[in-house]
């Protein structure tokens, strides 16, 4: 579930003030400790006030896909 807690992080940092309405995941691997990460947030549509975004989380050493899925959320303003 940590790798589940960067995408929430990642859009709250990059569009301040935004509501976190919703989460799908996908856990294709498994992610072990002490393993460098990277995560990505992707916007795939936009409809008024919410996005909806396509969200990765990698292996930064093999790149392999351990959490994809995506997330919605409402901005304050666009």
Not at 3 to 25: D, E, H
Not at 36 to 47: R, W
Request: glycine share 6%; with cysteine.
């Amino acid at each position: 579930m940590l790798c589940a807690s960067l995408f929430p992080a990642i859009i709250g940092t990059q569009f301040p003030g935004a509501l976190y309405l919703t989460q799908t995941l996908n856990f294709r691997q498994v992610a072990l400790l002490n393993e460098a990460l990277e995560a990505e947030v992707t916007v795939k549509k936009i409809s008024g006030r919410r996005i909806m975004f396509e969200t990765v989380c990698r292996r930064s050493s093999d790149q392999v896909v351990l959490v994809d899925g995506a997330a919605l959320a409402r901005m304050r303003s666009l």
